[in-house]
């Protein structure tokens, strides 16, 4: 069964930081990963995805990275602003039956300006 | 208006009553799936939907109902609601059934409170 985790659960950084979001996974039999942001009260929104074969995914200041292999990905923020505070959550896709997503508990990020 | 909606937002109901949210979503994706969200853990998978009547059980289906008989339309019922269904429930779509480039998208949520 596949277990995910994401370390730290809550991370609090000044205004212009550059940091680092882990997420690591137990079964590393996975088609991609996706990471999602989440404000409160809102939805997840698919912030990009990693497929399998891939090392990184990059959109604007944000970069994925997956070593598959060692069941990791993180996530790295440039930059970071006060309008990046939201939940990130990680969730790969399984393999083998029912191909579907197991979610991280996510971390809080606050920006702080 | 492109995308996943979901209807209500927020629903307070009793105990017993039964109760369905819906899903509708434009995309014409062939994949959709309700997941629950509770604090402690996570999003949970509930049910999916492969296409038009194709149904499966995810991780918590118990006290769970879902049809789909339009492929942009799945609602979720629960039969007799109970307090530990209280949630926020999530829908969500996607195209392709698995691969690489399967990528699910998300609609707004459901916000369930069972008295």
């Known amino acids: 069964k596949q277990e995910v985790t994401q370390i730290p659960a809550a991370l609090s950084v000044p205004e212009g930081e550059n940091l680092v979001l882990n997420c690591s996974f137990t079964?590393?039999?996975?088609?991609?990963l996706q990471w999602f942001r989440q404000d409160p009260g809102k939805g997840l929104t698919s912030l990009l995805l990693?497929?399998?074969?891939?090392r990184e995914q990059t959109s604007g200041r944000l970069n994925a990275s997956l070593d598959k292999s060692s069941g990791r990905s993180t996530l790295y923020i440039a930059a970071s602003q006060p309008g990046d505070s939201a939940t990130y959550l990680c969730?790969?896709?399984?393999?083998?039956?029912?191909?579907?997503?197991?979610f991280g508990k996510g971390t809080k990020l606050t920006v702080n300006p | 208006d492109a995308g996943i909606t979901q209807s209500p937002r927020y629903k307070i109901t009793e105990t017993g009553r039964q109760v369905t949210l819906m899903c509708h979503q434009t995309?014409?994706?062939?994949?959709m799936f309700w997941y629950r969200q509770d604090l402690g853990h996570g999003l949970r998978l509930i049910y999916y939907?492969?296409?038009?009547?194709?149904?499966d059980k995810g991780e918590v289906p118990d006290g769970y109902v879902v049809s789909r008989s339009k492929t942009e339309n799945f609602p979720l019922t629960l039969e007799s609601a109970t307090r530990s269904q209280t949630s926020v429930y999530f829908c969500?779509?996607?195209?392709?059934?698995?691969?690489?480039?399967?990528?699910?998208?998300f609609g707004p949520g459901t916000r369930l409170t069972v008295l």
């Open positions: 969730a790969p896709l399984t393999q083998g039956g029912s191909e579907k997503l197991v």
């Open positions: 079964d590393s039999a996975i088609y991609n």
């Open positions: 969500a779509s996607s195209e392709y059934r698995a691969g690489p480039y399967n990528e699910q998208f």
């Open positions: 939907s492969a296409a038009a009547d194709i149904t």
């Open positions: 990693i497929q399998s074969s891939q």
């Open positions: 995309w014409s994706h062939s994949y």
